[in-house]
């Protein structure tokens, strides 16, 4: 089957011939000097190009034909996005306008950004603001921060995130993150799951960094939940989960205890076995764990499995993932079973030959089995 037939799904599609002529149509409304032939003359090669190519090539050709000013230009896209008749990825050209071409104006380059970022996104958008004016542009968002719209708010944080996904890395805020703590202040008792989420995955950006920083913040933040009481414990629980998950794969003994958990544990690992030792790309790796207390206590307990993938080079490559998060109760026992997918996927290349699996509990790893992958 050829490339183009498997990736007619692809992102990179939706930004085609057609929607050229539905920006084109809508900008005409508010700027009826638009060269709409132009524009689509301009752009008419997408089908040539990759995703992130086609949105810039759609970006450069309207710069080209709408009004050369850019305070004026920047009223006719606003115009045309509080329509809300594009939505989604549509709107990506004109956050990377934006982006490119308001570098100068700032201060209307960010109102405009709060309008782009309710229809899709803006947290790429901002970040050349956040580079080249980070003390004005950080004011900003702190404000937004406190703004009754959740896409705005949401945006404050995703937007300063050191390591957003598609987006460029902030090295400010990956040296230094006490920059972004007063945004993750603002919102970390936001009622929008929505927006928390975003706040514990900012934090687990920074843990890549400064695991301690994150570690204090959060035993702040469980203080302070306490002593406003409500569902503050609850938010500031769900919050501190999700922005460890790296640490707590990791082992990491502080962030296991801000989750209630001992790193290490009295257990035993008494049963272990593989259903196929091998098996061919695309089948199901099936194996099965027996578990037993060794201790008169309960136990909180957070359960991974370790696969260490073979690379080119015929080194090992670990990947961690979640098994069970649980309560053993004292000399209890458990048999966890589990099918994982081994199959092709964009972000992991296989090579054949001896993998292993490992099982890891609260942090330690207790045993381990081999397994042969064919392709």
Not at 75 to 90: T, Y
Not at 136 to 165: N, Y
Not at 341 to 353: D, H, L, M, N
Request: some cysteine; overall charge neutral.
């Amino acid at each position: 089957m050829s490339e183009s037939v498997e990736n007619q799904n692809a992102f990179k599609h939706a930004f085609n011939h057609a929607l050229l002529q539905d920006i084109a149509s809508l900008i005409a409304r508010h700027y009826p000097a638009f060269n709409a032939e132009a524009f689509l003359n301009k752009a008419q090669d997408l089908d040539k190009l990759e995703m992130k190519a086609r949105v810039q090539a759609i970006r450069d050709a309207l710069a080209a034909e709408l009004p050369q000013d850019y305070p004026t230009a920047l009223g006719v896209v606003v115009a045309v996005l509080k329509e809300h008749k594009l939505r989604g990825f549509a709107v990506w050209p004109f956050a990377e306008f934006i982006q490119v071409y308001g570098l100068n104006h700032p201060e209307i380059s960010l109102e405009a950004l709060k309008v782009v970022t309710v229809c899709f996104t803006a947290e790429w958008a901002v970040r050349p603001f956040i580079k080249q004016n980070p003390e004005e542009t950080m004011h900003f968002l702190l404000k937004c921060a406190q703004d009754e719209s959740v896409d705005i708010r949401r945006w404050a944080s995703e937007g300063t995130r050191p390591r957003v996904p598609w987006g460029e890395k902030l090295h400010l805020f990956i040296e230094d993150p006490a920059g972004t703590t007063a945004i993750l202040d603002a919102l970390k008792f936001d009622p929008e799951l929505y927006v928390r989420k975003s706040v514990a995955n900012h934090l687990n950006d920074i843990t890549k960094d400064h695991p301690d920083y994150v570690i204090r913040l959060l035993q702040r933040w469980q203080q302070q939940a306490k002593l406003s009481g409500g569902d503050d414990v609850k938010k500031v629980a769900w919050i501190t989960r999700h922005s460890l998950r790296t640490l707590i794969k990791n082992g990491h003994p502080d962030a296991l205890a801000l989750i209630g958990v001992q790193h290490g544990a009295d257990v035993a690992l008494d049963a272990f076995s593989i259903k196929q030792k091998t098996i061919t790309l695309g089948e199901n790796l099936e194996f099965k764990i027996g578990l037993r207390s060794t201790s008169g206590a309960p136990q909180s307990l957070v359960v991974d499995y370790v696969l260490h993938f073979m690379k080119a080079n015929g080194s090992p490559a670990p990947k961690v993932f979640k098994l069970r998060v649980f309560e053993l109760p004292a000399n209890g026992t458990v048999t966890i079973e589990k099918k994982h997918a081994v199959k092709k996927i964009t972000t992991r290349q296989y090579y054949p030959g001896v993998q292993r699996i490992e099982i890891q509990v609260n942090g330690k790893v207790l045993g381990g089995e081999e397994w042969e992958l064919d392709l």
